[in-house]
């Protein structure tokens, strides 16, 4: 069994930057690591233990970086290797971790290893991706080589995607091109991702994201051999970078901690546990997401009963130490303040997310409420059919009160499009000055969960109501003698619920809360933290 995830990690708040729209160094127009450098001053100041950057290595940028030409390179427009590890230093010596993204499962179309691949099967890297043996028959989603090889290939995304050949589970004898797991080619991949991770690790990277890490062993139901392609690994991890950890992007707790990842996100696209809080409709359109009242919504309709179950049974189903990872949006999906959602009821949901027992994970622009822009052009693969445009999640973050937010607007064909902080948006700046704002308050929720290890993963937590009424959620928060009480209200109307045998109280961070006589009453969109004293 892998041991359990260092402390660090557990005391995580993490801050994910996607380094085109985070902020620009240089004044070119696009985010940049010297610009991520000029900016943890204000990660530090809000509380931020570690920063999850986005792909920044070398790419055509056909995916916004995640079609990655080369894994051991960072692409020219953020800058080079040095000044990745400069990044890395500088935040270590103000005590934060850095995690890279780790795109696993495909490369881009114009890397090293595919150009050898798709120009014949003989070559060193052959069989680093998956390929028929011939053109005819090409079952559906292959694509034919674009080189002079007779074959075609299997993307993972998008056709400049094509697949690493990581096995299948499974032979079929009306595929027989289909490799298993342990042939020559897949592990050839699964040594390079050693590779890659040692190389960065020893540069003093703390980790990795890693992106679609379900994905790679294909036709795997029942997720065994993915499961052990991890397991190897994360042996591999523990044995020579014990202190390195493990997020991935699988969506389901249960499977990915249990395959050896230290923690796992709750997700948009496996089941409703994170949309039945957060997703409200508004800003993509997906057909296999049916439409559904989410708890975060302003007019009560929805309940956290769904989010809760699910919680529970992933909890239930993990190894000792998994650790699950809840955010607060990110590249892929709507911002928290999208379609009629609106700054007040930005707070009681960073208040759940900021004290209920999983690692927090904080998309830049959240803390200050910025929000998901419809209608935007797409950008760099953001476009996923007509429905689902991820460009209107990836506009360039709001520092100042100036036009653009501190980028420039050119190269336009390059560039997320900045939001003009005239126009209403929020901006860091402004809300530093205010001592009301979203800002403060994330950022005090942040100091309260690292002063309190009860408001963190290793806290006991009982939900005390929400079960039977949705409104409101109250929960209480434990460990050894620290004990609090957290109660949210996020629709519009008031909520009370009776929760008898919890007194005395001494109020924490409260707003539109007041706790009397074993009831918390709150106002519309009101939120409470309140601390349990002894009589």
């Keep these: 069994m892998a041991g359990s995830p260092p402390q660090w990690l557990i005391d995580s708040v993490i801050y994910q930057v996607y380094p085109q729209s985070f902020a620009d160094g240089n004044g070119d127009g696009v985010g940049d690591l010297a610009g991520i450098l000029q900016r943890l001053d204000h990660l530090e100041w809000l509380g931020i233990t570690t920063i999850w950057l986005n792909p920044c290595f070398a790419s055509p940028f056909t995916d916004a970086g995640y079609d990655v030409a080369d894994f051991l390179r960072v692409a020219e427009r953020y800058g080079d290797n040095d000044d990745l590890v400069a990044l890395i230093d500088a935040a270590h010596q103000r005590g934060m971790r850095v995690l890279l993204d780790l795109v696993a499962g495909h490369t881009s179309d114009r890397h090293a290893w595919f150009a050898d691949s798709a120009a014949r099967d003989d070559g060193v890297h052959a069989d680093r991706y998956i390929w028929t043996s011939g053109r005819a028959n090409r079952p559906p989603g292959f694509h034919p080589s674009p080189g002079g090889r007779d074959g075609c290939y299997l993307p993972n995304f998008f056709t400049s995607q094509p697949a690493l050949n990581f096995g299948y589970a499974r032979t079929d004898p009306d595929e027989p091109w289909r490799q298993s797991p342990d042939d020559p080619g897949p592990t050839a991949n699964r040594a390079a991702l050693r590779e890659i991770m040692a190389f960065w690790l020893d540069r003093g990277a703390d980790g990795f994201r890693v992106d679609m890490a379900a994905s790679l062993v294909k036709d795997d139901a029942d997720g065994t051999e993915t499961a052990r392609l991890w397991t190897e690994l994360r042996a591999w991890l523990d044995r020579d970078h014990p202190d390195a950890v493990l997020l991935s992007e699988w969506g389901d707790p249960a499977a990915a901690v249990n395959a050896g990842f230290h923690l796992d996100f709750f997700l948009h696209f496996v089941g409703r546990a994170f949309r039945s809080l957060m997703d409200n409709g508004a800003g993509v359109q997906v057909p296999d997401w049916p439409p559904g009242p989410c708890f975060f919504d302003a007019e009560g309709m929805g309940s956290a009963v769904e989010f809760l179950d699910a919680w529970e049974s992933a909890t239930a189903a993990m190894k000792p130490g998994g650790l699950i990872c809840l955010p607060t949006s990110n590249h892929d999906f709507p911002r928290l303040s999208c379609g009629d959602r609106n700054g007040e009821q930005l707070r009681p949901a960073m208040v759940v997310i900021l004290t209920w027992p999983t690692v927090p994970a904080i998309y830049y622009g959240d803390e200050i409420g910025m929000r998901y822009v419809p209608g935007l052009p797409a950008k760099e693969g953001s476009s996923l059919g007509d429905t689902y445009n991820r460009a209107g999640s990836r506009t360039p973050m709001q520092w100042n009160t100036g036009p653009g937010a501190g980028f420039s607007s050119a190269p ?51 939900v005390l ?6 409104y409101p959620l109250v929960f209480l928060r434990g460990k050894g003698d620290q004990r609090f009480i957290v109660a949210v209200n996020p629709r519009r109307t008031p909520a009370t619920a009776a929760v008898p045998g919890y007194e005395p109280v001494e109020p924490v961070i409260t707003k539109g809360a007041l706790w009397q006589e074993g009831q918390a009453r709150l106002d519309g969109f009101g939120y409470g933290i309140w601390r349990l004293v002894d009589p």
């Design 412 to 462: 336009a064909d390059r560039l997320y499009l900045p939001i003009d902080p005239a126009a209403g948006a929020p901006t860091v700046s402004a809300q530093r000055d205010d001592s009301d704002s979203l800002l403060h308050l994330v950022r005090q929720l942040i100091a309260l969960r690292r002063d309190n290890p009860a408001l963190g993963p290793a806290g006991d937590v009982t």
């Design 465 to 470: 109501a929400g079960r039977t009424r949705a």
